[in-house]
């Protein structure tokens, strides 16, 4: 499975992006997809992640109540809404996938290319 995320860009502080995860080559209905990013100098973290059905979502602490992810398994698509960035949040995001709910938030079999979020203070 490809995956292609989007929606990066430039953002002031308190304000909101969403990001898209469009998968093609086979379809996503199947596995759990997630979020990660990495800051400059830092390394790949977790972000988010939601099972295949959309009834199970995990997300990092310092993530929850401003992220939220979701899916649009017609669309082969996965979405992260990120609300009240700041600016500790930019970071380039990649999303994944994986069949499994758990390995998605550690270790995915596939990986997306990123796109970058700029928060500006």
């Known amino acids: 499975v490809q995956l292609q995320a989007s929606g990066g860009g430039l953002v002031q502080a308190g304000g909101s992006l969403r990001l898209s995860c469009a998968a093609s080559?086979?379809?996503?209905?199947?596995?759990?997809m997630g979020w990660f990013r990495q800051a400059p100098g830092k390394e790949r973290g977790f972000v988010a992640a939601?099972?295949?059905?959309?009834?199970?979502?995990v997300y990092a602490n310092s993530m929850k109540g401003r992220f939220t992810v979701s899916r649009d398994n017609a669309k082969n698509t996965v979405y992260l809404q990120m609300n009240s960035l700041k600016p500790e949040d930019t970071a380039i995001y990649y999303c994944?996938?994986?069949?499994?709910?758990?390995?998605?938030?550690?270790?995915?079999?596939?990986w997306g290319q990123g796109t970058l979020v700029t928060v500006s203070s």
């Open positions: 080559g086979r379809t996503i209905s199947s596995s759990a």
């Open positions: 994944a996938a994986d069949t499994s709910f758990h390995l998605v938030t550690t270790t995915p079999d596939y």
């Open positions: 939601i099972s295949w059905s959309g009834d199970s979502t």
